[in-house]
């Protein structure tokens, strides 16, 4: 028989106090749902009284089968829990259950609470009766709870068997600095079950060391039946545990997997790499390439010495299937790469070819040839499939570039101003006309580009919907004179995306190489047909 | 007696197979010499034969203190170590030490090497010996140790006994595969050192499973001495061990600092902040705010509940001080902090001033507007203290750019080639004259930095020897309209180095900027005079 193991998401609320990330409502609603369609066990959503937003979201319930969490605090010392603000607005949300935080560390108590051990204790039993009585399951987070055991076990301990006795669900020992390692959590949970069993306690934990993912896996293994963390580990300083990695691991390594079970089924596992992304997009920042299960490049390879065992059996060089996240295999073409790498790209790419065909050399060299000039195809997939269809066959002429010309200026305008104008005109040969365009720009590539994309004639249905959503420079060694590689992502309306890349002295021309490969990647894809 | 654990870098050998990464010899010898410095013990630097850039890194040694060390292959099967290339490489690099990568999985003995079992462990033995008889101190890296000792722990203890008694100085476990867990380190640790001592026992650990830290940890209290790592976890896939966050533990967790010793002194602990954000110039990209120690983030707090307690004393909500390894703290109430470090920046710079000065507190309110903005005036101390002499009064009106223009054109010569051209030209106002100067360049910037610097009529002689050594661009929001930073590194004949900052929506703009500000802050130095 498996040991359930309970997953509370904590992102709408902990989440929510990191540095740079604020929520709108409807980004609120939008990730209760997303967690609650994964099987996630709670869904804590803020804290209701502390804020408008807060009190807008917990308005009405937004979850259907994970319970709806509101946080807040145990009473107040000196007041009547019926005359305590703070407790009326939990008991007013729309709320299947309510997350006390608590102070279990003595000095903190003295310190931040100003009041005594007891009267504490007694907040924490008042608090949690009250929400008990209103119908409401409840959890009490024991704030520093393992800085407070080190420092007095006794009344740490005494805080957790207090919230337990008075009916909470949960007893939830947080690491609120962090800084507590797996060992300590390990022998500090194993201690504490002798006093509250395992399947009423949590982990809430940080990643202060590196090791918020570590320390939930080791209080599991001491016991703990609920851990607590966020979507793609964010959080106050340097997050909280990561859900998204602990998913992976629950379900995956049989050391848990065959132990435990969670309320994710198999079914949405495959859906965890478009859980992790899908919050990226929420928060309008780029996915992490590097993250464990989920990252575009964790099951990545660049050495040319594995990449051969690979193609021999790709398992030997994974810790799981990639497919069962979601996520897939990648072998990295670089220069340190072979054949055998190339080859595992054209098959990716969909492009039949011989290992033996002296095309394929070819392509290969140009390849090695070109990154030893600062092309780094493994970052640029789009461009590294259009090398490889033009050597292999397969790419149209569709137009032709005849000459371009960037301009910046800065002047004084009409009105005494500085002002700094960027414009483009470009000649493009399409079929038997030729096109003459110009833009302005807020930059000398935003004017190229525009002026590339205003008028391709026949061509224009399919590039409509095309848009740049990143470019990065770098220099590749010091100096104005130095190369220049400029790396472009753009997407289209059906949200794909590609990476294409230019490689020049001239930070214009590095540029343009890189948007025309953008261009020419998305008409191939959409099957354009030559214009006359 | 503490016992000493040896911290081995490989950055520049396991970090150079991240997607993304790829080094010059200029990063290659830059980073070697910072982990040199920094205390290190060993440098791994790369796979000499395997690549060009290699064989040049170890045509010489490159640390001073730390181990220099070359990565290759244990010799192949079917040849004698005379006669395999792999290891005459390796034995022709300026390295202090060998690290050979062996199989220790009998399944990748048959399949990915196709050879016996014992062929295999005669080629471990024999290519020590013949590094041990070329006075090399000798490594082996077991790869997939920890997949193969659950597969066959006869052999795989086999493969590290024979390392061992060949002569092998460290012996070490790869979780090349990076998804075992931190129990099962801990307990195939254990049953090793039965066989081989933990002090000659090493642990190289990935982050596929999000606890490469915990792994190497775990491996220390089993036993093992060495820990291979990167700088910032960089590495393959999910990435390898994260030493800056392994250093901050095992130097500042009692648990470790107490019984266990490493090669970096206390001082250089307060520049772990300085190393990371160092390394992450040299990939030119942002540092992650939430890294453990290091991040900008990892000692903030947004004062939410936290508040008053935060106000009573910081110090109970951080799991170590910021100070000790050169972080700071940031509680986002306080405008004195910001305070703080102007005043110490101008006692620096040598510009007196008062604390209550009310042009201290426009400076402070621009420095923070500016750097809203995108400004980042740690990395450009130039412009900074430029901007504080022009608050407090010492910057004369030199010279006058009243307009400028640069165009990059591609077209065909009269060759008929297709050739992409730059021009600047710039009209200035020299005291009484108004001089206007054309230049070429490789690029637009370049361009404009050469007609800029062309004729600055009186003030020419004391720019005569500056020189652009470096250009760094990022972009700081995604899309070709988004803001960017120009960061240039200037320097003069007496080896003074300064660096300067510009920002814009247009890329020529921020670059025009910076170079404004490096030629006005050479002239400042110089103690120009005004000319008439």
């Given at each position: 028989m498996k040991s359930r193991v309970h997953l509370f998401d904590t992102t709408l609320r902990d989440g929510a106090q990191t540095s740079g990330i604020d929520f709108s409502l409807e980004d609120k609603c939008l990730v209760a749902r997303m967690l609650d369609e994964f099987g996630i066990?709670?869904?804590?959503?803020g804290y209701p009284g502390a804020n408008p937003l807060d009190d807008a979201f917990f308005a009405?319930?937004?979850?259907?089968?994970?319970?709806?969490t509101a946080f807040g605090m145990t009473k107040r010392p000196g007041v009547s829990v019926s005359n305590d603000p703070g407790i009326a607005a939990l008991l007013a949300a729309s709320a299947d259950a309510i997350c006390y935080v608590a102070k279990s560390w003595d000095y903190h108590v003295h310190v931040a609470l100003g009041t005594t051990l007891e009267e504490n204790l007694d907040g924490i039993r008042r608090s949690v009766e009250a929400a008990v009585a209103r119908g409401r399951e409840v959890l009490v987070d024991c704030e520093h709870f393992f800085d407070g055991y080190k420092a007095n076990p006794d009344y740490a301990r005494a805080c957790a068997v207090a919230a337990s006795e008075a009916g909470a669900r949960w007893v939830v020992l947080c690491d609120?600095?962090?800084?507590?390692?797996p060992h300590e959590i390990e022998r500090i949970v194993g201690e504490l079950t002798a006093h509250v069993p395992g399947d009423r306690l949590g982990i809430h934990a940080h990643d202060d060391t590196g090791q918020a993912v570590a320390n939930s896996l080791a209080a599991v293994r001491a016991g703990v039946r609920q851990i607590q963390g966020t979507l793609n580990g964010i959080g106050e300083r340097c997050g909280n545990a990561n859900l998204i990695t602990l998913i992976g691991t629950l379900k995956l390594k049989p050391d848990y997997a065959d132990r435990f079970e969670i309320g994710v089924p198999d079914a949405k596992l495959r859906e965890l790499t478009t859980l992790s992304r899908a919050f990226d997009e929420v928060l309008n920042r780029a996915p992490?390439?590097?993250?464990?299960?989920?990252?575009?490049?964790?099951?990545a390879t660049k050495a040319g010495i594995h990449a051969s065992a690979l193609m021999k059996d790709p398992r030997t060089y994974e810790h799981v299937e990639p497919e069962a996240v979601g996520n897939r295999r990648r072998v990295l073409v670089s220069d340190q790469a072979g054949k055998s790498n190339l080859m595992a790209e054209l098959a990716r790419f969909g492009i039949a070819a011989d290992r033996d065909d002296p095309r394929v050399d070819r392509l290969l060299a140009e390849v090695k040839e070109r990154e030893a000039r600062g092309f780094a195809y493994e970052a640029a997939d789009a461009s590294l499939e259009l090398l490889a269809r033009r050597h292999l066959g397969g790419v149209p002429n569709y137009f032709d570039v005849q000459s371009f010309r960037v301009m910046v200026e800065r002047r004084h305008n009409a009105l005494g101003e500085l002002v700094t104008v960027s414009e483009a005109t470009v000649k493009v040969r399409v079929g038997d006309h030729v096109v003459f365009s110009a833009a302005e720009g807020n930059g000398p590539v935003n004017a190229l580009d525009g002026a590339l994309r205003k008028d391709l004639g026949g061509y224009q249905p399919f590039i409509a919907d095309l848009e740049l959503v990143d470019f990065k420079v770098r220099i590749l060694n010091g100096g104005t004179g130095a190369t220049t590689r400029v790396l472009i992502e753009s997407k289209d309306g059906d949200e794909n995306r590609w990476f294409t890349i230019g490689v020049s002295e001239n930070i214009i021309d590095a540029s343009f190489q890189a948007l025309m490969d953008s261009i020419v990647y998305k008409l191939v894809k959409s099957g354009a047909a030559l214009v006359a």
């Open positions: 066990d709670y869904v804590e959503g009405q319930k937004r979850t259907r089968r994970a319970a709806f609120t600095n962090g800084g507590t390692l992490n390439r590097h993250a464990p299960y989920v990252g575009a490049s964790a099951f």
